[in-house]
């Protein structure tokens, strides 16, 4: 299995500023996403963090709010910018890895904003 | 739209249970359903993964079913502890035309086992 850190865990931050998490996983892997899940509801993913290349958002995230990293395959950064408490959320990292012909997704411990 | 709905939305039963969890899904194409245990304040973590093909997977006390023919799924938590206690999230991969899935997520089911 793939095992996946992300710093900080937690963080209170003040509206207007910007604040980068961190993923880290123990092993190479190709496919790496971001999410975010808001108090009470279910996940939604923010972008695909492409190695080498720009990441692929989805519908109602762009790449100004959330600018993304993928210097390697096994590291990459979400920027949350220019904060609003509205941002306030989990934010997970997540990496599918494949063995014998099977493929997992995982996902990193998450990092808990507030924003005031 | 593709959806995915998860009932009951909380849940709370006594330490040595059994539950059952639902999961109702209009997702299509499907590739698979996967549930998942999210403990508060970390990460989900994968409890079983079926491709359509199969109706049935377990994981220790945890089995889950699937219809694919009426779109449903359960999970199934057999002499529950208190460890149980946590969010229980059913995934549907959709195929996406061309290659590779997309995952819809459920709002979850919150279980609480206590003594």
């Known amino acids: 299995s793939a095992v996946i850190s992300q710093k900080p865990s937690r963080d209170i931050c003040q509206r207007g500023t910007s604040l980068t998490i961190q993923c880290q996983v123990d092993?190479?892997?190709?496919?790496m996403f971001w999410y975010r899940q808001q108090p009470g509801q279910s996940l939604t993913l923010i972008a695909t963090?492409?190695?080498?290349?720009?990441?692929?958002?989805e519908s109602g995230f762009v790449i100004d709010k959330f600018p993304i990293s993928r210097p390697n395959l096994t590291f990459s950064t979400l920027t949350v910018s220019n904060m609003s408490p509205e941002d306030s959320s989990i934010y997970l990292c997540?990496?599918?890895?494949?063995?014998?012909?099977?493929?997992?997704?995982?996902f990193g411990p998450g990092t808990r904003l507030t924003v005031t | 739209k593709n959806q995915v709905e998860q009932s009951p939305q909380s849940l709370i039963i006594l330490e040595g249970k059994n539950c059952t969890l639902q999961?109702?899904?209009?997702?299509?194409?499907?590739?698979?359903l996967r549930w998942y245990k999210q403990d508060t304040g970390r990460g989900p973590v994968s409890l079983t993964i079926?491709?359509?093909?199969?109706n049935t997977k377990s994981n220790g006390r945890y089995t889950a079913t699937l219809d694919a023919d009426t779109k449903q799924s359960s999970l199934h938590i057999t002499a529950s502890q208190l460890s149980d206690s946590a969010s229980y999230i059913c995934?549907?991969?959709?195929?996406?035309?061309?290659?590779?899935?997309?995952?819809?997520f459920g709002t979850g089911t919150q279980l609480k086992v206590e003594l």
């Open positions: 997540s990496v599918v890895w494949s063995t014998s012909g099977a493929s997992e997704q995982y």
């Open positions: 092993s190479q892997v190709t496919m």
């Open positions: 963090a492409n190695q080498g290349s720009e990441a692929t958002y």
């Open positions: 999961c109702n899904y209009t997702v299509s194409p499907f590739s698979n």
């Open positions: 079926m491709t359509f093909s199969e």
């Open positions: 995934v549907v991969s959709l195929v996406i035309p061309g290659g590779g899935n997309k995952l819809t």
